[in-house]
Each structure stands twice: as structure tokens, then as C-alpha cells.
């Protein structure tokens, strides 16, 4: 079947930089994307990997591996606002289904 | 504006009464899907449409049934909720395999 694993919660102070990890099982996924969502809101797009490498957005980057079934998002100069569940997320090649992760909680503390 | 809007934000019903909770999407997007969400156990899929008249299951479609008549709305049906249907569901709207985009949820409570 299709899975995604990832930690379940880190913590960091702000300023820090902090690694999610996240590895699939599954010979069908097709990118990975990373999404945020704050407490009880809706899930927001955050990130897209199709091929292997590092994809840079901001204070936020999202690298892939798809010979390791394996990708990380990393977070920069860490903020009290980016406190909040991330998940990971793999598509298949038609697109037709996408799959999450249980979600890392970030805490980021002062 | 690009949106996805789920109604209604919160409900509260009772074990075996019929409830519809709408989704529409206004970006012309192919493909929709519904998610539930619980405690520890992330976004889970219950159901998802390709295109009109296209839906599948996901991994947990069990008491949930969709239809999609039009490219724009997705409901999702529950003919007789039960309690362990409490949950907070979202609906999602993307094109391809890229962004997602979500509604804003509905706290679903079956008593």
C-alpha cells in the first residue's frame, strides 16, 4: 500500500533552522509536496518536488530523493508563527489520488 | 478570488439522520477529493473525482458516498451517520499533481 512516514513532533527556538523528514512506500508516488496547516484551520501548499533535488521558497525549502523514496522540508530563521502542523504528501503519476502523512507538529518556542 | 467553500463550518446531528455536507470550487479544477481528520491519524481520504461522473474510493469510504454531477461540486453524503463519523472533514480541489487546494472544514459531531 501508500504510506508516508514522518516524525510526529519536533520542537526549535526561533531563529533556528529545523529538518522534517519524510519517506514513502509506495512504487506509484509521483513528487512530493508539503503542506501547513495552523490549529483546527484548512491545509495550505507549502511545496511541490517532481524531480530530485532542493526546490527553495523563501525561508523554506523542500528537497527529494526519489531513489531513497525519501524528501525533507526545511524551515529557516524559525518564527513563533510557524508553529503548526506539516504533511507531507505523494500523488500518483495520474494524479489521482493524494495521499498525506499523519503530520509533524512544530513547536517553536522563544 | 480562487476558493474552495465547504458548508456548513460546524454541525451537530444525531446518530442515523441523513446529511449532506456541500463543496464547491471555483478554479476549474479536474480533480476533488474529501478528507477526514482525526487526532494522531493525519488527512485521511475518503473519496475522490477525477472529472464529472468519475469518483473512487480512498482509504476509508466506508458509510460516505459523493456524487459529482457538475465540475464544480463534490458533495459529500452521509445516509446514516454514526458517532465514529465525528470528525472534522475538508474538502480539496487541484489540477494535477501539484497544489491542493482546501476549504475552510466542517466540524462534523454525530451524537
Known amino acids: 500500500g501508500q504510506s508516508l512516514e514522518q516524525p510526529s513532533e519536533v520542537t526549535a527556538v526561533e531563529g533556528a533552522i529545523v529538518q522534517i523528514n519524510c519517506t514513502y512506500q509506495?512504487?506509484?508516488?509521483?513528487?512530493l509536496s508539503w503542506y501547513q496547516q495552523h490549529d483546527g484551520g484548512a491545509p495550505t501548499f507549502l511545496s511541490y518536488?517532481?524531480?530530485?533535488g532542493l526546490e527553495e521558497t523563501g525561508r523554506f525549502s523542500s528537497f527529494l530523493s526519489r531513489s531513497d523514496s525519501y524528501g525533507y522540508l526545511l524551515l529557516q530563521e524559525l518564527q513563533m508563527k510557524d508553529s503548526a502542523s506539516y504533511f507531507c504528501a505523494g500523488a500518483n503519476q495520474a494524479g489521482t489520488a493524494l495521499i498525506f502523512g499523519k503530520g509533524t507538529t512544530l513547536s517553536v518556542s522563544s | 478570488e480562487a476558493q474552495v467553500t465547504q458548508n456548513p463550518r460546524y454541525l451537530i446531528t444525531v446518530t442515523g439522520k441523513k446529511l449532506t455536507v456541500t463543496c464547491s470550487q471555483n478554479?476549474?479544477?479536474?480533480?476533488m477529493s474529501w478528507y477526514r481528520q482525526d487526532p494522531g491519524l493525519g488527512l485521511r481520504q475518503i473519496y475522490y473525482?477525477?472529472?464529472?461522473?468519475?469518483?473512487d474510493k480512498g482509504d476509508v469510504p466506508e458509510g460516505y458516498k459523493v456524487s459529482r454531477k457538475e465540475k464544480r461540486n463534490f458533495p459529500l453524503i452521509l445516509e446514516s451517520p454514526s458517532p465514529n463519523q465525528t470528525s472534522l472533514y475538508f474538502c480539496a480541489s487541484r489540477q494535477g499533481s501539484t497544489e491542493a487546494f482546501f476549504g475552510q472544514g466542517t466540524r462534523l459531531t454525530v451524537v
Open positions: 518536488n517532481a524531480l530530485d
Open positions: 473525482s477525477m472529472n464529472v461522473e468519475v469518483t
Open positions: 509506495t512504487s506509484g508516488f509521483y513528487g
Open positions: 478554479m476549474n479544477h479536474e480533480y
